[in-house]
Structure formats: C-alpha cells, structure tokens
C-alpha cells in the first residue's frame, strides 16, 4: 500500500505539539481496507505503533477504532482482536 504522503511525515506531524493535533489520547493509525468485489469495508488498527499492549492500552485501541468506524458511518461496529509476536512471552506461561 502506498499513499501520497510518506510514512514518517504525518505521525511527526501529528506528534508536533506547535502545530496542537494531539488530544490527549492514545496515538493509534487505521487502515481502511475495501474488499473490491463485494465493496465491504473494514479497518485494521495498531499494527505497528503499540507493540507490547496491557488491557488499557488495548481498550484505548479499541476506542480509537471504533471512533473512527462510526465518523466513517458504521453503524455498529464489530470488533475482532488479533495478536501476532515473533516470541513468545515466558509470563504468559506461568503455571503450564
């Protein structure tokens, strides 16, 4: 995927505290995504920004999600969480 704008360009922007864009809020990004033959679309979030997330992070991610869905007239929302890592993290395996 490839936009107009660079990959580094908004988030300076965005992180510029000059220029007031922030909101105090979680810094998360979204992938509209449309399925060309059925015209479906769906968002993918936080794939690379939030790396080691807890509860409150996810929640915040979440959030900002479902914000962004429902200004961009979804209605009702569905959400999906999905997990990848590389490595497998030893606490998440206490007392196995």
């Known amino acids: 995927m490839q936009s107009h704008v ?11 505290r000059q220029l007031e864009l922030r909101t105090g809020r979680r810094l998360t990004h979204v992938f509209l995504v449309t399925l060309p033959v059925t015209d479906r679309q769906f968002l993918i979030t936080d794939a690379t920004i939030n790396v080691h997330t807890g509860f409150e992070t996810t ?4 959030r900002n999600a479902v914000d962004v869905a429902t200004s961009l007239g979804m209605k009702v929302p569905r959400v999906a969480i999905l997990s990848a890592t590389e490595e497998v993290k030893r606490s998440c395996y206490r007392g196995l």
């Open 6 to 16: 660079h990959i580094d360009v908004l988030p300076k922007a965005v992180l510029d």
């Open 59 to 62: 929640h915040d991610i979440v």
